[in-house]
DNA sequence: GACGTACTTGACAACGATGTCAATATCTCG
DNA sequence: CGAGATATTGACATCGTTGTCAAGTACGTC
């Protein structure tokens, strides 16, 4: 019954919600249009298909008679025809709103549409209910693939889809429960290099704003950030912490909340774009900042000065789409997982001398 | 033709191009349920459906059946049953990656949903050929609504199909050539009073950073502000007018040639996100830097102390969304134009004395 | 002039669901 | 207990397109 949570049918037909209007035509059908021409249905459809062995007279007609009437072909019709599979391909992700989320879908809709296929786009709301009704409702739209960026934390019930043949490809977390592709960024290797490069400026009480730990990319992030503290032997970060740190009022407050302890930290390690907008309003007013190093770059971190842990973010879209449409076009295999590599942007921030 | 374009076929089913594999299954037909109830396919119809008149025991079977083989319906097929209108709405605009582009997506998907409606996105990559063509692949995929933010100047070729029960809504742009809703930000009066703003702090010598002149929002902007000028007797910004500035490097380009005059403007007024982000690479070094208003805000700003002329990006999407969700549901009558009203946020920038 | 070949065309079924309408089963009430 | 109402079920057509297959037409060749 999932498959029509909260997706009531759409109205069906009728001529009379819309008061009788000349200027509201109907759309024409290609019955239509063949019988304009004086040709049969099928003539009418290969003619308009630019299909071979038309008579040039006949295409001519046939496209004069669409012409006129307007007529437009009806993909619905076609899709059910041809094996009930749009040319759609969905997306799953948190916020547009969130720059990371729309870079990943710019990347993926540049990809996808030189193939041909359209992207739809939902927002789970961070709510894995939300989301497992959005795959159910694109699922029954027969996209041709799913991109995922997850925000359930179980995916298993995506394991029997998997097999039905509409490919999944996993974004920025890994499957959980499921063989899928995957495109991940390289979280683990970019926090221990942020990790490093403050601890090589000098740093040892540095502090470590982190997300969800639930959510698989901040747990390789603190992971990543952890080993390269214990590899320098370095046990002075870990009174300052601070995980579970969700939306950039409460990273703010974290922040200030940091640094007005006895002994504030000297450097601050930040998780993702938002809890860095947060610290960064946090740092506005202060005379001495601490240093800052954050995860995800963001416009304009170069007239901030902010130094961050960079990663192509559309490219994570591009990748996703590219396996997607390896598996459409008939690709079989095993899961492959693609890691998207970072780089260090010293800007400043990151660079100030503990004191 | 134009409804082919770059809009390939999808593969017909093929079971050789994917190795038989026993894994992968085939997508269960309502009538292989109905077989595996023992009823007619109608009925297994009105089960899933959830319609009265069903024996409590005879639901009960159906269900079974279908949860055990998997099924799911099909989504294309019950379309075109219901009258060959899908329950998606397609966006066509700049690239998601643009800030302002995906507020507005962001703001139309939310609202959408809540009508069981999903959004298409699409980027025109502001080509109008490119626009045109996936205006059309959005209409053969026949969209409940369009929701357009135009690169082409000409919608005319749109009037036809607003005709044909498809409601159109531009963004951001008026429509030109045709009668359709619309959701407009008050560019006249955001950009006049950034005008009034730099005025009344004492400025004359103002720079306008603007972007191509062609575009309606634009235009706006500058009519704005030159109207501020106009009103307020000031003529020395008119050596400052720099138009056709598309993009940051650009913008940051021309405001470092601006600064490099001999005698600089003493604010800079820039006319678009993009611009605002190159002024702010320009002037990042500067010991004296003008003052500066931007239009649009952006992630941040506060951080940078940038003063902007604000609005609702969000808002735009939403309200477009739900102009277009009325039509949907049957509202007739005239064009509407919604007016999002903009507001100066002074946060620094814009309150540098002139000197 | 007959025949094979290639081109052109159309009738019909099918994709997978739902609406219509009629047939049967069950219930209600006098 | 029987008539009329109501609940339950199914046969069939249909949405707009394309695939299959067969029929008809034109042409070149010997």
Redesign the interface.
Known sequence: ?S??R????????SDI???S?E?????PTLTEVAALAGVSLKTASRA???EPNVAASTGRRV?DAADSL?Y?????????R???????VGLVSG???N?FY??V??GA??EL?QH?L??????NDEDGELERSLV???????V?ALLVIPSADDHEYLA?EG???VPFVFLDRPPDGLAADAVLIDNAGGARSAGEHLLGGGHRRIAMVADLARMAPQRGRIDGFVSAMKSAGNIDWEPYLRTEVHDVRHAERTVRGLLALDEPPSAIFTTNNRLT?GA??AL?DQVNPPALVGFDD???A???GTTVVAHDM?AIGREAARLAYER???H?GPARTIVISTSLIARGSGERFPH
Not at 118 to 123: E, F, M, P, R
């Open positions: 019954m498959y029509l909260g997706f009531p049918p759409p109205n069906p037909r919600d819309m008061p209007d200027t509201t035509l109907r759309r308009l298909n630019r496209q307007g437009r072909l009806n993909g619905i019709a076609r899709e059910l041809r094996g009930a599979t749009s040319a759609l916020d547009l709103a720059p729309s870079a879908a710019s809709e540049r549409r041909g359209l992207l739809i786009t939902a927002n159910d409702a694109f699922l029954e739209r027969r041709r029997i097999n039905r043949g907008t960064l309003r506005r963001f416009d304009l170069d007239v901030l559309s459409i076009s008939g079989t």
